[in-house]
């Protein structure tokens, strides 16, 4: 196996030209675990830990663009108030040891359906700024995902960025494992409520072989919160809307029985966690909740 | 170490304390403490010599197969590799080991049992070298039907596990794939039947559970000039490894040295052997060091585990809530070889009843062999399992009766004089019940504390803790209580003794006692309690403890809550032969100067010989100036007998051990996931040598019983026979967001028949600590919860 060092950006991009099979690596927490228990062993490995500027973030207008190294520790410490539901994301990502060392760039790689990042990625809007010696392009979160453990990355090119929406509105995140702590998800659920454009997204992690949207729940929430002036009223949600949602939700699983959890356990944890991040996030934008993100 | 140098890593002497201070009852700290936490005890794992190879196993793919070829030429070819090894390559007629039947191959012939068994050996120059010369021996199997359960076990066509079997235990099993069978019948529970108001009949399931200790099976076989080995390894039991290893060498015990080397956790998963002979193998072979280390994945198929365990119990009661009988099937899963499985069969069976009086008793205990993962030793030994299922009668029953479930418990708890279905009384205090009245009238945790940080939930206090997965929403507590009953030390008439040699010398001007002992130090404080022992007898500050080894005689295992017991007694006695002796000195040199000398009870402290009224009569310096007093002497408890094979009665056990939980639970009954608030705890320690080692005992075990309560289960596939989940990412065990406070009430109630009255602590805690648990989820959610480790799906309904 070959160590490939490149010290700057553009040195990375033409080493990744040069040996497409090379696997980046950053913080490791994910490529050494595979190597280590001999899943895989890749003829090359291209370490990015010289690349400064991946560990960065920018905040703009209207979104925050991630560098792809940027510890989740950072995330939650740093950029809650933008990024709440990424935040919490990734407060639930293994050990405090593991969330110094591993970023957003380095699930999307992976793009396993257990990912903690994408639920909330795909809820609070993103993209994937990827690029190679060819080119930059942007590649909208929805389009990210291609099956399990695949992306839309061509051979060539390296995540640099994410540009994540900022938050308008609240955001929630939930994970289940069967462990308080340090646990892979049995199955994951974001929400993000955006009252800019009176929308809310949602994102549903192990529970089908991508992380996925909740479409026809985000339709069915859409219209119920149009319908009854929700969005102006600020009333609270009716339970029997908090409930079909929930059931659309479970509905946009597809998941597998394993050695984590059944598939039906997937859909009914799914489905409560959809009904109970919607009533959070929604009684925090009526304003009543002092707090409804939950502390630690 | 026959001409060569001791490899980095290996222990040196330790020198305890340097106050005169330090002697039983005071928590004195482990000299190993500061070194683990700060990452500078050196384990088996860290372990290096000049010019070493690196050992590699090659394991099977599949349950249960035939062998058909085994080709290593390629494996052989590359380059680095210094010797690949086979059951062809095997040195003498002793192929074959196992702590009591020696069914299990040290290399697979002709046919492999179970998925990960140990086909073939590499060494090379580098560990990566030995992995892919491994996975270049290319073994042909031809699979056969696998065995996993009774049915398939006792089927009329099944296969036998082993052919030809030869054992002690085959004359009255009734089937092959049986390793033992023990009956228990006392009194006559068909006529007590008739006198019980109400009976409770239930069918429980037992998970398997992984020691999971932390440091994986490790050692560095050393070849010596004389044509033996140096073996430096982790392990429970250092002679009974010898015995074992020392045949298949075709080399007598004296030639096979080993030395203990930095043990990261045992639990019984190091009382079989792992790697070492084939570490010696190697070593021999090539002439060379050899080291092996697992890796996780390895180690989970590298060590037995808890028996899985099928339990299907009947017990009656009358209106006032009397015990009127119990009838009871316990089926264990031993797995493809027996390892402890005869006397986990013997415990589950003989501890059946649990703590409590029953006259009237109907019990069946076996073990079977199968194609599953082989199960052997793992704290707790065949009580565990059974604590489990009685102590979910005893809630139903009290629940039929319509009494409070402690009250019930007290009602029927047995006391000192209590006979057990075995016919053995209880001879010493057995204080059931008031542990119960202790945990019960502990303060019980306040409510709802995820709100008392302020107006956020803290979720960190909830299910699902910095998952958020709740912030109150479903979140319902339960409590629950259990008691359990363990036996301490090996049984069943096994001669199961300890030795302890002690030297007493001066050394710079000072006395200092040596204390040697092969008594594998697996990270429950022996070497701690051993020295607390030696400054008490001898009144000396300054105690050595000699590393382990098989220079002196065997410590027995470091197992079955026996350490303190056997080898602290062994350690005792010895100090008191070693006092006499320099009793003797004194006299000696000194009895003419005083009258005391002749006359007097007379005691070691502070560094003098005294009177039991304090008067000094000399300094240990001057009686010892120009002596050394040695003494190595072999200590026995008294003695047990093995159980009659049709009735079970027998005086089997040396001495029982009582813990008591309330657990009290906080569960999301919606999304089905637990947070234990609390796991309180009550135990009669007999006398507690070092306090703070005692707490830590009670917490570590009560915590290894709320792992199998709700997260730890090696899961097997029941089609293949294959682990499922053989890493720590999938068998998971309790984080500290996982682990409760636990409040540690401890009773000191002497038992006359062992050193300083004490008791063995170490397994009492893992029993209670699981079903207390489960009563408390019941409690929480109402269900019934026959199984255990609970998890999310059984709790909603999506199983």
Known sequence: MDFLRPASWEE????????????????????????????RRPEYLLDLNRIGELGEWEVGEESVRLGASVPYTAIMEQLRGELPGLALASHTVAS???????????????????????????????????????????????????????????????????????????????????????????CAFGLALHPSSRTVR???GSAAPTPVRAKAAEEFLNAALEEGG?????????????????????????????VRGTASYRRHAVGIMARRTLTWTWESYRGTAARTEGVA | ??????????????????????????????????????????????????????????????????????????????????????????????????????????????????????????????????????????????????????????????????????????????HPNIVHRQPIIRGDVESARERADFIVEGEY???????????????????????GVDLYIATQWLHSDLKQIAPVLGLPEDKVRMTLSGVGGAFGGREDLSMQIHACLLALRTGKPVKIVYNRFESFFGHVHRHPAKLHYEHGATKGGKLTHMKCRIVLDGGAYASASPAVVGNAASLAVGPYVLEDVDIESIALYSNNPPCGAMRGFGAVQACFAYEAQMDKLADKVGMDRVEFRQLNAMSQGTIMPTGQPVDSPAPVAELLRRVKAMPMPPEQQWLAAGEAADVRQLPGGLSNTTHGEGVVRGVGYAVGIKNVGFSEGFDDYSTAKVRMEV????????????????????????????????????????????????????????????????????????????????????????????????????????TDGGEVLADLVDVLEGEAVEVEEEWRHRPTEPFDLRTGQGFGHVQYSFAAHRAVVEVDTELGLVKVIELACAQDVGKALNPLSVIGQIQGGTTQGLGIAVMEEIIVDPKTAKVRNPSFTDYLIPTILDTPTIPVDVLELADDHAPYGLRGIGEAPTLSSTPAVLAAIRNATGLELNRTPVRPEHLTGTA
Not at chain 1, 12 to 39: C, Q, R, S, W, Y
Request: glycine share 10%.
């Open chain 1, 12 to 39: 990375a991009l033409a080493a990744k030209a040069e040996h497409p099979t090379a696997v980046p690596i950053a913080g490791g927490t994910d490529v050494m675990v595979e190597i280590n228990f001999d899943h």
């Open chain 1, 96 to 186: 405090p040891q593991i969330r110094n060392r591993g970023g957003v760039g380095g699930n999307l790689g992976t793009a396993s359906p257990a990912g903690d990042a994408h639920p909330a990625l795909l809820a609070a809007g993103a993209e994937v700024e990827a690029q190679s010696v060819r080119g930059t392009r942007l590649i909208p979160i929805d389009e990210f995902y291609t099956g399990v453990k695949r992306n839309a990355l061509a051979p060539d090119e390296l995540i640099r960025a994410v540009h994540i929406k900022k938050a308008d509105g609240p955001q929630q995140y939930s994970k289940v494992g069967t462990r308080n702590a340090m646990v892979i998800a049995v």
């Open chain 1, 202 to 204: 949602t994102g549903i």
């Open chain 1, 230 to 258: 929700f969005w102006d009223n600020g009333r609270i949600i009716t339970p029997s809307v908090a409930k079909q949602f929930a059931e659309l939700c479970s509905a946009a699983c597809n998941p597998i029985d394993d």
């Open chain 2, 1 to 174: 170490m026959a001409g060569k140098s001791a490899p980095l890593g290996t222990p040196t002497k330790v020198t305890q304390g340097s106050r005169t201070k330090g002697g039983i009852g005071e928590s004195t700290l482990r000299p190993d403490g500061i070194l683990k936490v700060t990452g500078e005890f050196a384990y088996s794992s860290d372990m290096w010599h000049e010019d070493m190879l690196w050992g590699q196993i090659l394991r099977s793919t599949v349950a249960h197969a035939e062998i058909v070829s085994i080709d290593t030429v390629e494996a052989l070819k590359t380059p680095g590799v210094y010797a690949v090894m086979t059951y062809d390559d095997l040195p003498t007629d002793v192929k074959n080991y196992g702590l009591e039947i020696q069914d299990t191959p040290v290399l697979a012939h002709g046919k492999v049992r179970h998925h990960g068994e140990p086909v073939a050996i590499v060494a090379a120059d580098h560990p990566e070298t030995a992995r892919r010369a491994a996975a270049k021996i290319k073994v042909e199997y031809r699979e056969l039907p696998v065995i996993t359960d009774e049915a398939s076990a006792t089927a009329p066509d099944a296969i036998l596990v082993h052919e030809g079997r030869d054992d002690h235990h085959i004359g009255h099993v009734p």
């Open chain 2, 205 to 227: 399931t037992f998970g398997m559970q992984d020691q999971a200790f932390l440091g994986p099976e490790s050692g560095l076989a050393v070849p010596a000039e004389d044509g």
């Open chain 2, 507 to 610: 050394v710079g001007g000072e006395p200092v006692a040596t204390v040697h002992t092969a008594m594998a130090e697996v990270g429950q404080g022996g070497v701690t309690v051993h020295a607390q022992i030696a400054r008490t007898e001898l009144g000396v500050a300054q105690v050595t403890i000699h590393p382990a080894d098989t220079q002196v005689g065997s410590a027995g295992s470091t197992s079955a809550s026996r350490q303190t017991y056997v080898t602290g007694g062994a350690v005792k006695n010895s100090c008191e032969l070693v006092r006499e002796k320099v009793l003797e000195i004194g006299r000696r040199k000194f009895g003419t100067y005083h009258p005391a000398w002749a006359t007097a009870e007379l005691l070691l402290e502070g560094g003098k010989v005294v």
